[in-house]
């Protein structure tokens, strides 16, 4: 059977008149988006706009919620939130791009948490669960998207959810399989080749490439490309090149979904 993945980019990451990264370009590359719902980034102005474009494009969309912490955009890890605020901010922000989508005559088919969150979620079983609960409570729940390996993927299958796993093509991995901090060397990775390089041997050997050389076996849906970083749109085009070279097909895990008839 033939190799495929998605290609992913988290986008609609400015503030207000503040444009950030290269949305529009990197949507003629990617096959999924994860737009920002106005916590970390973004603004319904911005989430409408995006949702147009990869509307257009063909592109999948998806909800990026995460730490209402524009100031340290989502990065920031805050410990000690209320469950029941955390669950109730998770589906608040998703509710915004879905209705915004819904006016748009599109949908959202899958949603990927932000930042520190999102790490989080990774590291914590109990946080992944109440992540996966409350998206299990949704109806027609979106496809989860959680970094591959964590807590999040296994919490959100065992919630029932359909569940996408995907790996970063600008990170470098520790040998416990999660992301290394940002501050350190070899956490953040700038050169196109050896992205490309690097996701291709990924899938097709369907492991994580640690820091150290270690191979952790894991299961692949989907490769993640930050829209904000200066390499973003030459890494993204690399990879794409490098993937569809060697064969594996680049396509959405998650068709948008149309938003449900009013009750």
Not at 1 to 21: C, R
Not at 169 to 174: F, S
Not at 204 to 227: A, F, M, N, Q, Y
Request: hydrophobic share 50%; charged share 20%; with cysteine.
């Amino acid at each position: 059977m033939a190799l495929s993945v998605d290609l992913n980019a988290d986008l609609g990451e400015g503030f207000g008149p503040w444009k950030m990264g290269n949305d529009a370009e990197l949507l003629d590359i990617v096959s999924s988006a994860n737009i920002a719902c106005g916590f970390h980034a973004g603004d319904p102005a911005i989430m409408a706009r995006t949702v147009r474009l990869c509307r257009d494009k063909g592109v999948g969309i998806g909800a990026h919620p995460g730490f209402d912490d524009k100031i340290g955009f989502g990065r920031r890890e805050i410990a000690g939130t209320e469950p029941a605020l955390l669950e109730a901010m998770i589906l608040y922000q998703i509710g915004a791009l879905r209705e915004i989508a819904a006016a748009e005559g599109a949908g959202i088919g899958h949603v990927k948490l932000h930042g520190a969150l999102a790490n989080m979620a990774a590291r914590d079983a109990n946080l992944a669960r109440l992540v996966a609960l409350a998206l299990a409570r949704l109806p027609s729940p979106p496809v989860l998207l959680a970094i591959a390996g964590t807590h999040l993927e296994r919490e959100g299958r065992a919630a029932g959810l359909t569940v996408a796993a995907e790996v970063f093509a600008d990170r470098g991995y520790g040998d416990d399989g999660h992301l290394l901090p940002r501050a350190e060397e070899g956490a953040l990775l700038t050169d196109p080749h050896e992205a490309a390089e690097r996701m291709v041997r990924m899938v097709e050997e369907g492991v994580i490439v640690c820091r150290s050389g270690k191979c952790l076996p894991v299961t692949i849906d989907s490769i993640c490309v930050h829209g904000d970083g200066p390499a973003a749109l030459a890494i993204a085009r690399a990879v794409r090149e490098a993937l569809e070279t060697a064969g594996i097909a680049v396509r959405p895990f998650a068709a948008a979904r149309p938003a449900p008839p009013p009750a």
